[in-house]
């Protein structure tokens, strides 16, 4: 990267963008690149036709291997913009920064389209420390990108890109300003008929720090599906690998699946997957690897008319599946090896619309690596019960119930008998409030005894829930969304425990007018799991997590499209909060922010008279774990 120091090449950047700017504005068509329509033809006779290409210049099939005209557009921008830290540092940035793009075609636009384009930046930069001493220094950069289609409208179409730019071109950056260089392939396949798929996606990404530091990515993906007359085959493979040069973090992740369905008729179907992942974490002196290899089975089958166990009254489902799971964890010195295995047959039988009877048996056998394996299995029948919904004046009820008997064999748990006892019922109720409202509510109560031997352990458990959701549709202007969920289970043995749940979403879409509209979602939800206890709803024991669990996130758009009913000149509000922020870029996405932003405010003032645009913009963001407030204006002229 070059970067000019002197006012001097500042100077020369400016004037080379003016000089591009005012003379060509006034000729420029009305294209952008890569348009496949020609500008608006002149007037009058028709420009005499162009003579025919030497020989040499036409390859098979009446292909001319020549350039249409190259078709051009660019702009020119000024950027003032300022940044606060929470330390109270600061930096002022004057940039200038000019942007030209170019398309053409090799003989028709849907043979090859070729694209390129450069851009030059000039800035100057002023840093202001807590002693109130100042720097100032000037920066510069040069950015290029270039795209070569081949066959784009084709059953193959291939693609290939590249892409070097600076972060303070877009003007969101928070602090960190960096440049991007980025390459990218892709090839896609399918046949004239049928539904089969292939495609190859090739892509890398590095991420340099203005001041220090670079974060690379590389991502590969393979998708292929094949179909045929009763089954079908898909695969899919991604592998991605992030590394940063400053830390010398390294994450690298590998997936391979295989999945293939067959059902030959209606009532049958196989479904059958292989997985592989793998994921590997490199820091400074350590390096931990964890593999985990999976092959499962599952198969569906209902009796038909004329087939064996068919009965008309007493419709019978038969199910059953295997699966083989390996995994490997540990670091360079030592490696820790687990597999399982575990098979299952099951069948669902109704004996009337309100009765059903099941039955379902298992075997198991896991190795943890440390020399010993334990055989299980298990046996269980159960008998459920479920009314039709009754009618109770405006409300439903539904009650319901199931019995079952078990018995366990090996395993952790060692030899079990179990007998359970299960009961609920729940009211519910949907009322219209106008003719685009409506209320929907219910309440469900459940209660259940697993008595457990030898010992005689009886645990009980006691479950509430209660939803409430709100729904509306303003005549095509408005749509909103609420709803509520709460749920309380509590479990009574040698040790009580309980366990809590609270959910609240709120998503609401308003067209307030012609010009001014808005959108907001929220997500709220807490858990809280009190103690370890044996759940006697599902036999299985909850995983103490200790104290509540909160995650929320919300967004808020508004956006006016005639701000005091000026033509053209908008205003738009973009709010953002999340408990949940990933290292997006570790995980293998490649359109992934160096940063990470948990909350950001942004108020946005946009105005345009032809090709000419100007922004102001206010933004306070907490960008990893740190407050940044920043003052952007921009003046951007198109050509």
Request: aromatic share 8%; charged share 20%; hydrophobic share 35%.
């Amino acid at each position: 990267m070059q970067r000019p120091r002197s006012f001097r090449a500042r100077r020369l950047c400016l004037s080379a963008g003016m000089a591009v700017l005012l003379p060509q504005a006034a000729h420029a068509a009305a294209f952008l690149p890569g348009h496949t329509a020609e500008a608006d033809p002149p007037t009058g006779e028709a420009a005499p036709a162009p003579p025919p290409p030497p020989n040499g210049n036409v390859g098979g099939n009446g292909i001319r291997w020549e350039l249409a005209p190259w078709r051009s557009e660019g702009s020119i921008t000024f950027d003032l913009r300022h940044l606060r830290l929470e330390d109270g540092r600061s930096t002022s940035q004057g940039l200038v920064f000019s942007d030209v793009d170019f398309a053409s075609h090799v003989w028709q636009p849907w043979f090859i389209r070729l694209r390129a384009g450069f851009g030059v930046l000039a800035g100057l930069d002023t840093s202001r420390e807590n002693d109130g001493s100042s720097r100032t220094q000037d920066s510069g950069g040069l950015s290029g990108r270039f795209a070569v289609s081949v066959f784009p409208a084709s059953r193959f179409p291939f693609e290939l890109r590249g892409d070097v730019s600076d972060s303070r071109t877009r003007g969101d950056t928070l602090g960190n300003d960096y440049r991007t260089t980025r390459l990218s392939l892709s090839q896609a396949y399918r046949p004239e008929t049928g539904n089969d798929n292939y495609h190859l996606n090739v892509d890398h990404s590095r991420l340099e720090s203005l001041t220090g530091g670079t974060d690379t990515l590389t991502a590969f993906t393979v998708l292929a599906l094949r179909q045929f007359e009763d089954q079908s085959v898909e695969m899919n493979a991604t592998w991605s690998e992030n590394e940063r040069l400053e830390s010398g973090d390294r994450n690298t992740l590998a997936a391979l699946t295989a999945r293939h369905s067959f059902h030959p008729q209606s009532r049958l179907r196989v479904e059958s997957m292989a997985t592989w992942n793998e994921a590997s974490v490199e820091r400074i002196g350590s390096s931990v690897t964890s593999a985990v290899r999976q092959v499962s089975s599952f198969a569906n089958w209902s009796p038909g008319s004329g087939d064996p166990l068919y009965v008309a009254d007493a419709p019978l489902t038969i199910a059953g599946s295997a699966r083989f799971v390996t995994a490997d964890n540990g670091d360079a010195a030592s490696t820790t090896r687990a597999s399982a295995f575990n098979a299952t047959l099951g069948a669902n039988q109704d004996l009337s619309r309100s009765w059903r009877l099941s039955a379902s048996g298992s075997v198991g056998r896991f190795d943890g690596g440390t020399g010993s394996a334990s055989t299980s299995g298990s046996a269980n029948l159960a008998l459920s019960w479920s009314s039709m919904p009754v009618m109770l004046g405006d409300w439903r009820w539904a009650p319901s119930g199931a019995g079952s008997l078990g018995v366990s064999r090996g395993g952790a748990g060692g030899n079990r008998h179990t007998e359970g006892l299960q009961l609920s019922h729940s009211v519910s109720r949907d009322v219209l409030l106008g003719d685009a409202q409506a209320l929907s509510f219910s309440v469900a109560q459940s209660a259940a005894a697993l008595m457990e031997s030898p010992g005689r352990q009886t645990t009980r458990s006691v479950a509430h829930t209660a939803s409430l959701f709100w729904q509306a549709n303003g005549d095509g202007r408005s749509q909103s969304f609420a709803g509520l969920s709460a749920s309380d289970a509590r479990n009574y043995a040698e040790e009580d425990g309980r366990f809590q749940l609270l959910n609240l979403q709120w998503s609401q879409r308003e067209q307030f007018s012609r010009y001014f509209s808005g959108a907001a979602n929220v997500t709220l939800q807490a858990t809280r799991n009190d103690a370890t206890q044996v759940d006697a709803f599902t036999g299985e024991r909850r995983v103490q997590r200790g104290g509540w669990q909160r995650f929320y996130n919300a967004s808020v758009n508004l956006e006016s499209q005639r701000v005091f009913g000026v033509p053209r000149l908008r205003y738009t509000l973009l709010a953002t909060a999340s408990s949940q922020q990933l290292e997006q870029r570790a995980f293998g996405d490649i359109e992934a922010p160096r940063e990470r932003i948990s909350k950001s405010i942004e108020n946005r003032l946009d105005y345009s008279i032809g090709r000419l645009e100007a922004r102001l913009s206010a933004r306070a963001a907490q960008v990893d774990d740190r407050t940044v407030v920043a003052l952007l204006a921009r003046l951007q002229r198109r050509f």
